[in-house]
């Protein structure tokens, strides 16, 4: 029986977009997607999973024969405000039960993602290190950098094979804000289509890392790719694209529709968004794995706009 290849959280923003790739590139029949409900989309097979549900989790890797697993399911930073237990519980029992499965061989190859919300106030602020000071001030930042040190634990003490990367903020057309606190960057080019006017939730300076989702794909597939003598750093890469702030990319967006105009109004998220770096070295991603962004703001906005009608 052939392997095939698990998304566990694949009806988020990055799942949705990763099974098509993922698909486009070894088959539908090679990939099985999972989430608490099913996405209408998608092509490959499909399965209802609660990654909280290790029962359910070990029947569906059994099915597929499934070797190797992007495990994307998470309560992100703004939603994991709202529901601190919930969202520690999600975020560090669903990766533990994978990791477990991964000790008892039950799966080869794992890919976990973390995020820049492991940095905190006290992390430099421009060209944040891959080796810093790491504070978190949310529950998500905590849970992703309990995740790092577990995902490197396990590594070295069952020399399982977990590889991650630490996103920044993610832009994409193909689906919805997903609760985090960049989405105002995806939010603002949907406004900026229907209504030619945004009220922005962070302030016009609030400069913050962020990457095209089409550049985060190829990292993720990319890393999961390369040999795994070349993934030296198993707690998690930085990884950078682009650094702009709602002020820059509603300037962008004015070239394309020169009426569009912008308001701000911080909320909570805006405490969130400042205790987060604004731009990231990702020196060893490069050097390691051969990782390289396509994307800047231009690109990007351009792409964006001609997507979104």
Not at 42 to 47: A, I, N, Q, R
Not at 55 to 64: W, Y
Not at 95 to 118: G, N, R
Request: net charge neutral.
């Amino acid at each position: 029986m052939d392997t095939k290849t698990l998304v566990i959280g694949a009806g988020g923003q990055i799942g949705k977009e990763l099974v098509q790739e993922l698909c486009k590139i070894y088959g539908n029949d090679k990939i099985v997607a999972s989430d608490i409900r099913k996405d209408e989309g998608v092509k490959c097979d499909f399965e209802t999973l609660d990654v909280l549900d290790t029962k359910r989790l070990v029947e569906i890797i059994k099915k597929h024969n499934v070797k190797e697993v992007y495990h994307l399911a998470a309560l992100l930073s703004a939603t994991a405000e709202q529901f601190p237990e919930k969202g520690w519980k999600l975020n560090m029992e669903g990766l533990l039960s994978v990791l477990e499965l991964m000790k008892d061989k039950v799966i080869d190859k794992m890919f976990w993602p973390s995020s820049i919300a492991v940095f905190g106030p006290n992390t430099p602020k421009q060209n944040t290190p891959q080796y810093t000071i790491m504070e978190p001030s949310t529950v998500y930042g905590i849970s992703k950098q309990a995740g790092e040190r577990w995902c490197e634990y396990y590594n070295k003490r069952y020399g399982v094979d977990v590889r991650s990367i630490r996103y920044p903020g993610l832009i994409g057309w193909q689906s919805a804000p997903g609760g985090g606190t960049t989405d105002y960057a995806v939010h603002i080019f949907h406004e900026a289509r229907k209504q030619k006017k945004y009220e922005c939730f962070l302030s016009e300076d609030t400069t913050l890392p962020m990457m095209y989702m089409s550049d985060a794909l190829r990292a993720t597939i990319g890393l999961m790719q390369v040999p795994s003598d070349k993934v030296k750093i198993r707690s998690s890469y930085n990884l950078a694209g682009m650094s702009f702030s709602p002020k820059d990319i509603a300037a962008e967006i004015k070239k394309h529709i020169p009426e569009f105009t912008i308001t701000y109004k911080p909320d909570y998220r805006q405490p969130i968004a400042d205790s987060w770096p604004q731009s990231i070295d990702d020196s060893f991603a490069r050097e390691h794995w051969g990782w390289k962004h396509q994307y800047d703001l231009a690109a990007m906005t351009k792409d964006m706009l001609d997507h979104i009608k």
